[in-house]
């Protein structure tokens, strides 16, 4: 249960409430009492506030620094982790480049799990370490690994789990006592999750992030990032980051995402039920080389992720068919219900090729060394009914199987799509 702070569109807030639950908590804002008012905040699209004279110093003043709409949302994500309001970002890759400039300097290092998003990765390995931050890449889901990978110059340990895209599970409050016997801070990337289905922070995390286009936003309409914590020196620090690098999110994307936030508990919830019997029926099936999902989890790992996440598991099921790169591609391209793009966390039932699209630009060594291999699919479960999932699926599998049957010569180039890595 957390406090609901309802800030409306104005610089107002609106009635100081009760205790909520988290479901309750996505519907709140907006919410007015007053006669007359919109059920729906409106949007601060401005990118200035005006002051009644000189000296004045009005909660909002210029848009790159802070704004209504977008406060309204930082309010409710802070609300969701009992924390303080987030800083919001234009997209999630600028929400963790305000973090790495935040905490890092030329001369630090990070340990970074090998398992987490390629644009994380590309990041920290083709930018930061042109500012004389070093980086180590460990198997997260290995606790000595981590450990042994800290150095006296360790700032930062940023893991993501569920990994992406191979859904491993990093223990976050073994990390957080590394962390803390180095004097670093823990970020955890709970994008996959959201905070409907885990609270980092309640593990001793010290950062949560999010690219709120995914889950959060839920329907595909507005870019996003946001940085979760309770420490007021860090969200400082990061807020300052972002007002000198103007990566801030827009009013209108935020006023989208509080939209898609109102239904967040509910389609998370479904999205991974759902996502649970897809994981168990394609572990039966005899097509597919391997599945990947928590709740498939044994040992150890499924301890981990029974403490951590809150009832249900995600909704992105990843998994290997049998054959080769082209039977990938002759698979995806078979389906009519599921779609191909490079994207999680939609109303819709999405699928992607890790390898040549999210982790394209991660080296194919690297990519074997986290389990991404040529065949790997990371599917993220929609809200269609499952047996519709299943059976697009099921045709897929059997349409790619009988073109290698067919098939003689190598496969050509033009059936594999060409797709931008971004
Ligand atoms: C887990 C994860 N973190 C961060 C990002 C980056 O987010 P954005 O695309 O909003 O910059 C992504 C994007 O796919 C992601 O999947």
Known sequence: MSRIHNNASTTQPIQPSEAFSADSICLARGRSTSDGDPLVGPIAQSTTFCRSGVGTNPEHQYSRVSNPSVAALEELLGNLEDALPAA???????????????LLKSG???VCARGVYGGTTRLLQQLLNELGIETTFVDAT??????????????LLFIETPANPTLGITDIAACSTIAKEAAALLAVDNTFLTPILQRPLDHGADISVYSTTKFIDGHSVALGGALVTNDQTILDRIRFIRKCTGAIQSPFNAWLTLNGLKTLPLRIRAQSTTATTIANWLAENQDIQSVFHPALAQGQAKAIADRQHIGLHGAVVSFEIKGDYQA???FVEALNLCTLVEHVGSVETLITHPASMTHADVPRDQRQAVGISDTLLRLSVGLETTDEIIAD????LQAANAHTAEASAEPTAESCREVANV
């Open 88 to 102: 919001c970002f234009g997209t999630g890759l600028a929400a963790e480049s305000a973090l790495f400039l935040a």
């Open 108 to 110: 630090d290092h990070v």
């Open 142 to 155: 290995n606790t000595d690994e981590i450990r042994a990978a800290v150095q006296s110059n360790t700032k």
């Open 328 to 330: 990938a591609c002759r």
């Open 393 to 396: 699926i099921q045709q897929a």
